[in-house]
């Protein structure tokens, strides 16, 4: 299966398909870790955070306008398990928790090939753009 639109690209493109779509806003998304590719123990909350950021882009449709028109307004109860290993395959499920007007939050967990939990939390998005005065 090809590779579903999102307006990352590499090296910040960390998942690959939507592999089920459960109901409205909840499914499951892969992600691979390229083998050869060690995440660095700092770098590894934002990334495996970032994967389940770009997993819900993916069950919300994936569309790359979407993805602009919306941001990441919270993170919480995250997690991490383990480090994921080169060549894991990640597995990405994501359940909407709640919405409010045009915020809305996500649970997620990130599962290795095995199907131990690697990281698990929940994150907070506003559909729309910043307003100029929250900007810096």
Do not use: N, W
Not at 5 to 16: A, E, N, S
């Amino acid at each position: 299966m090809a590779i579903e639109p999102l307006p990352h690209t590499y090296p910040f493109r960390f998942v690959d398909r939507t592999v089920e779509v459960t109901g409205p806003a909840s499914g499951r998304v892969r992600a691979v870790v390229t083998a050869g590719q060690r995440l660095p123990a700092y770098a590894l909350p934002g990334t495996l955070c970032e994967m389940l950021a770009q997993a819900v882009l993916l069950i919300e449709g994936g569309d790359a306008d979407l993805g602009r028109s919306g941001f990441l307004t919270g993170i919480s109860d995250f997690q991490i398990e383990r480090l994921p290993d080169p060549g894991d395959i990640l597995t990405i499920d994501v359940r909407l928790a709640g919405r409010l007007g045009s915020t809305v939050k996500f649970e997620g967990e990130i599962r290795d090939d095995a199907g131990q939990k690697v990281a698990a939390g929940a994150l907070t998005v506003k559909k729309g753009t910043a307003s100029p005065e929250s900007a810096p």
